[in-house]
Structures are given as C-alpha cells and as structure tokens.
C-alpha cells in the first residue's frame, strides 16, 4: 500500500513550502463504514502518514445528511494531498471530483460490487445504466484503482486502463487472532439472511444440508430480517441464526469450528472463508469468482446450489477432519505486513 500512496506523491506537486520540506502526505481516509478490513487499511496509513477519516453515510442516506457529508469530505480534500476511497460508491464520485478539481490525487479501493452483474439476484453496480455511468466517471477520474483481487482487475478492464489498476490483496491480523482450541462439530455460514442476500451467498444451501446431516451444530452468521428467516425455517428447523455479532465473536467461533462453507454464487474476495482458512478449518467452497485465486486446491469445491454433493462433502470434512499446511500458506500471501 505504501508503494502505491508513494507512486503518487512521486508525481504530487506540493504548493505548501514548509509542507514540501517535510516531505509527508497528509491522507484522507474516505470510508462508508468501519468493517474490520477497511479499519486494517487505516491503521496502516495512520502508522505511516498524517491521515484523517471521513465518515460517509453514518447517519444514513437522506438529503440532510447527504449534504453534510459532501461538506466534509470537501473540507477535508482541501485539507489532504491524497484522498482513500473505499469503494466506487456516489461519495466516491463526489471524492476524485473534488480531487480533479483542487489538484489533488485519489486512490479508490474497488471491492467488487462495484463491477459485479447480476441483475437475476437484484446485484451490482453494472446492472443499470446510471450506477454503470458512475462506476466507470470514477474509474476514469480516480488516480489510481486498487482491486482486491485479480478477478476484480478483469471485470475492471472493461472500464478502466490497465496502467492505473494494481491488484492488493486484503490481509489478516494474525496478531488478533484467537488461539486454535479443540474443534467441534460446527459448521458454520456467513452471509446476510436476508431478501437481497440470502440466495447470493447459498444460505438457502446451507441450511437445506442442515436438515440431513444429524450430529453436528449448523450456524449462521449475518444479519437477518423476518421475512427471510421464517422462509428458510421451513427448510429446517436446525439452524442457529445468530444474527450480526462482533468480529471477536465470529473468530471465537471459527476457532473451534470445523467446516466452514461459502456457498455464493460470487465472491470477490472472500474475507470471512480466509480468516476460517487461518483458524484452521475445512473450507467448502464454490469455485466461483475469487475463491479460487484466493484458496488454490486447499478448498474443497462444490456446484453452487447443488445441496447433495454440499452434503456429501460437509460429511466428509467432519468425519475426517484434520488440521492441515493452509494457516501457514495464508500467512505467507494474506499477511498484514504484505498488504502495508
């Protein structure tokens, strides 16, 4: 990350004299919320660079509040040589304008809803004309694109050169991870239960899987809404739904789990099977979007949707569990320090 941020203060030309001496970068720290990976990006850059955040959208979506946030995001590009976009979302777009406009350079993390197309699950940016003309304003105007994944990148050259797109892999704070306790026979999910998620993320899967296999805790992880939640009850009634917990409480529960499944018909990256895979557990997976840049054949694949081979292969893992090479592999290409 701090290669990309000095690439860009290389080509910055500083007005500020006493600024210039001092040869550091003031950031702006553009989020839409404080999910524990975009929180990791600005540790990184608040142990490096003077850095303000710019809280977008923490009091909701309304014209009054709208406003108040254009205001301070625009006091705070004139304050920064450098805005940190996370995503490609209408505050973005108001960022690398303010950005173009003052002199300024911006950088936008793209975690891939941005460029996803799938308009049979009501999903993605690109799936009408006007977020499609925003996402690629951004990308034109944007200095630099940080994908977080290869498979983003190749959705993006469609909309964006490939000189200004380099791809930078989330990363795990293995510093914050529990200890690997004696695992249990839980398998667990994590995705929203709700109308717009539930079949992206192959809850509906997961939860009819529960219903044969006997002798083993199923539970999801997610926020969930009513409506939603009676419908997949009637699939089985040997489900936890627990709702939305701390991150603390989802990697407590992952260390002692022993099957995680990420069933979705997309996954751009996958952060909650990575950290799974660092706390040691049997990864099922569909082979779909990023998963397999991201876990290689240390996951075990099954059709998206198809409930007998998930079954299958869910019986497997928990009969013949063990504990295996993967936490090093993450290690080695998802660390911190790789990502800094």
Known sequence: MQKRIASEKNRYLYS?????????????FVRPSKAPFIERDLEILMKNYETKTCDIFERGRGIYNSVKAFLRLAKGIIWCDIAYCWFADIYTLWAVRLCRLLGKKSIVVVGGYETAYLPDF????????????????IFYLADKLLPVSEFIKNEMLEYATADKIEV????IDFSRLPQV?????????IGGVTEEKYRLKGIDTFVKCAERIKGAR???VGETDRKTLDKLKMFSQRVEFIGSIPHDGVLKLLSKTKVYCQLSIRESFGMALLEAAALNCEIIATR???????????????????????????????????KSDIQNIVRDRFSVERRE
């Open 16 to 28: 500020d004299k006493d600024h210039q001496m001092n040869n550091g970068l003031r950031i702006l």
């Open 122 to 137: 009501n999903y993605g940016l690109m799936k009408n004309e006007k977020t499609r003309k925003m996402v690629r304003r």
């Open 168 to 171: 930078v892999h989330l990363a």
């Open 181 to 189: 306790s004696n695992k249990e026979n839980i398998v667990v999910t």
């Open 218 to 220: 199923f539970v999801v």
């Open 288 to 322: 779909t979007g990023a998963i397999p840049e991201i876990l290689g054949d240390y996951a075990h694949y099954v059709p998206y949707g198809d409930v007998n081979a998930t079954c299958d292969m869910i019986e497997r893992c928990l009969t013949s569990y063990a």
